[in-house]
């Protein structure tokens, strides 16, 4: 059964730094892996989709890493702002006896100070 | 284009009430997926459609929880009757495969 977990569970920098969020699977046979964010009472935002064959993604200050053998992602944000404040989640797309499921992690609280 | 709907936004009823939540997703898409994410903790996948079949319904609890999508299009998603370990915040999400999900704002769900 796949298991994600992602480390730190919080993580609190001052606005103008680089930073990078981890995220760890059990289960290296996977589709995909996404990276999203959600705001406090809002749904989740997709950020950055990796496909099982790619290695990396970018999209603006965001870049994702993928190393589906050590079943590690990361998600790197550059020169952070206090807008980038939310929790970010990573999701494994992975093959269980049921088909394709999607399986979470619990996520990332990230607080940039002004 | 718009995105994935879902009322109530907020929901508070007693235990052994039922309730029932409603999603519309992105038109177009075939997959709709149920989650429920209780606070502090990632979504946890509770029912996947694709077109008006359900692919993945395992880690639905069956005895209290149902789930239907008449027509391929909108589904609704019901709890009867409601444990006071319900109360979270139930996402829809909508996909074309093997394109990336798309979240609704989420019903969040108060069991008193």
């Known amino acids: 059964k796949q298991e994600v977990t992602q480390i730190p569970a919080a993580l609190s920098v001052p606005e103008g730094e680089n930073l990078v969020l981890n995220c760890s699977f059990t289960?290296?046979?996977?589709?995909?892996l996404q990276w999203f964010r959600q705001d406090p009472g809002k749904g989740l935002t997709s950020l950055l989709l990796?496909?099982?064959?790619?290695r990396e993604q970018t999209s603006g200050r965001l870049n994702a890493s993928l190393d589906k053998s050590s079943g590690r992602s990361t998600l790197y944000i550059a020169a952070s702002q206090p807008g980038d404040s939310a929790t970010y989640l990573c999701?494994?797309?992975?093959?269980?006896?049921?088909?394709?499921?999607?399986?979470f992690g619990p996520g990332t609280r990230l607080s940039v100070l002004p | 284009e718009a995105g994935v709907a879902q009322s109530p936004r907020y929901k508070i009823i007693e235990k052994r009430q039922s309730v029932a939540f409603w999603c519309n997703p992105i038109?177009?898409?075939?997959?709709l997926y149920w989650y429920q994410q209780i606070l502090g903790q990632g979504p946890k996948l509770l029912i996947q459609?694709?077109?008006?079949?359900?692919?993945?319904d395992s880690q639905l609890p069956k005895d209290r929880f149902s789930a239907e999508r008449l027509k391929g299009v909108d589904s609704t998603l019901k709890i009867q009757p409601a444990k006071l370990e319900d109360s979270a915040v139930y996402l829809c999400?909508?996909?074309?495969?093997?394109?990336?999900?798309?979240f609704g704002p989420g019903t969040r769900l108060t069991v008193l």
């Open positions: 999400a909508s996909s074309l495969e093997p394109g990336s999900q798309y």
């Open positions: 289960d290296s046979a996977i589709y995909n």
């Open positions: 990796i496909q099982s064959s790619q």
């Open positions: 999701a494994v797309k992975t093959l269980d006896n049921y088909g394709q499921n999607f399986v």
């Open positions: 038109s177009g898409h075939a997959t």
């Open positions: 459609f694709q077109n008006n079949g359900v692919v993945d």
